[in-house]
């Protein structure tokens, strides 16, 4: 077996670490920073108190974008780095801040004439250029492991479109995990981006661009999303349980960024596109039935990691996801969406992304179809 592993990023963990970002930037030489911070982060003071105790590093907010950042809010951002001539960006948030910062670190530091807008590099297979402003990520949700991923998904919602776009320009210099922000993510966002966790874990695990070192933290992290999860979405002040879904949180996004998710992510994009369901929950509503695709691996992929989460097999992980998934109200089919066959279509369609060819075993638009007609039916 031949592979490669590469983490690029710093990466700080512990509770109360927010605070180290003006020290952070000054040790690296930054200035002139970028705060890039979600909503949440704006209405409750917290990127206020991120500005004050930079003592000087930030010198603008850009917070006018929406959860699933849109291409055109990645090239406002840009815009604002050039007007202002900023030097770094701070990413405050859930995995829309980090996805639209990471962006936006690389449009902004041509001009707009030589880089051009993030459009012409979201799903054309355009390798956009390395060059981008260092970047400081400090998550608010324990999901998407976005802070250690070269990975930003942005959506056009003109073109109907939500999709990865793939740049080794898009590590951040430095991560820094503190739990403490995540103790008001509320519990369906926290089911959700949990979920995430656990959809990455698995999925990089099983990638046929699999390897020993992300197999080994896929493992970890998926360990500790059945152990913690549910204690986090039932009580959001648990310190434990906040810091280990953070702990499974970082080290889901290494397991994956450089195996690549598969078909649950491939699914996910038209669910979250076409119905508007949270990422992590559509990732999550085809966990259990791709197990049980892939326990037909001839490698057993699936098998093997049913095993080292200490279930029978395949089909026992698939039935602990399905169990999890229920234990959290998060959602178990599509009959409310009402679904006729042309959009069931639409969806097998849509769910063509290159990710689908990560799957260990061949998803045919027979799997595809017998998978949505079944969430579409069932209740
Ligand atoms: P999000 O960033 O969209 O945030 C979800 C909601 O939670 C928002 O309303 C936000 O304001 C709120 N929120 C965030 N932090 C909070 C806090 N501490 N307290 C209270 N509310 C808070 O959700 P997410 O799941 O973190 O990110 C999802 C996005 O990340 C999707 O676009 C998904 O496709 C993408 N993603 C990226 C990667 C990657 O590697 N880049 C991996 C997986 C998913």
Known sequence: MIWNYTQPVDIRFG????????????????????????????????????????????????????????????????????????????????????????????????????????????????????????????????????????VSVLTDRAAGVKAPIVSNGFYPELAIVDPELTYTVPPYVTACTGMDVLSQAIEGYWSVGHQPICDALAVHAARLVFDFLPTAVERPDDREARERMCEASVIAGLAFTLPKTTSSHACSFPLTNRYGIAHGEACALTLDYFTRVNAADPEGRADALGRALGYRDADGLAD??????????????????????????????????????????????????????RLASSS
């Open 15 to 150: 509770a109360g670490r927010v605070s180290e970002i003006g020290d952070a930037a000054r040790e690296r030489g930054l200035y002139r920073g970028l705060l890039v911070a979600g909503g949440h982060s704006v209405r409750s003071g917290l990127a206020q108190r991120v500005v004050d105790s930079g003592r000087g590093a930030i010198d603008a907010v850009f917070s006018d974008f929406s959860p699933n950042p849109d291409v055109t809010e990645v090239d406002a951002c840009a815009e604002l780095i050039r007007e202002r001539d900023l030097g770094f960006i701070v990413a405050l948030g859930g995995g829309s801040a980090l996805d639209l910062a990471k962006a936006a670190s690389v449009i902004g530091v041509g001009s707009r004439e030589t880089v051009g807008s993030i459009r012409d590099y979201h799903g054309t297979g355009k390798p956009l250029p390395l060059g981008h402003l260092p970047l400081i990520a400090v998550p608010t949700t324990a999901g998407t492991g976005s802070e250690v991923t070269c």
């Open 320 to 373: 602990a996801i399905a169990d999890l998934r229920r234990a959290l109200h998060l959602r178990e089919s599509l009959a409310d969406l009402d679904l006729d066959e042309p959009a069931i279509e639409a969806l097998v369609r849509d769910s063509h992304h290159p990710n689908l060819l990560n799957n260990p075993v061949v998803i045919t638009d027979d799997i595809l179809l017998d998978l949505f007609h």
